[in-house]
């Protein structure tokens, strides 16, 4: 079945929520991760809870193509990339011009050595 047909088939059985929730853990983010979560932890070393403005900007925008803005192989990529999501952010109501430009100005610090993450893909 294809993703749009399970994707029809989920929100008939699901809150919009738990539709969401399930659409956000099919979504690859890179470095063999599937859920945010282990994205945050990976790339982070933390919670994504505990994750800065930048530091999810850049993960939200990852999942368009998460090799091509990897930050050991593509450094300057992965803040462009950030950025390009915090002008989308900025367009919207829920962050102010000064966090969005502190965001722009935060340094990602990626955990180093990025690993892989170790917990296979629900289906």
Known sequence: MGLL??????????????????YINTLYWGRSCYR??????????????????????YLVGIVIAPSNFD?????????????????????????SEDEIANAVLEDLNFAHPLEKCDRPRER
């Open 36 to 57: 945010p979560n282990d994205a945050a932890l990976v790339y982070f070393g933390k919670e994504i809870d505990d994750l800065s403005l930048g530091e999810t900007a």
């Open 71 to 95: 930050p050991d192989r593509y450094p300057d990529l992965a803040d462009e990339r950030r950025n390009v999501t915090l002008d989308e952010l900025a367009k919207t109501v829920f962050f």
């Open 5 to 22: 047909a399970t994707g029809f088939a989920v929100s008939k059985t699901l809150s919009r929520e738990e539709t969401m929730n399930w």
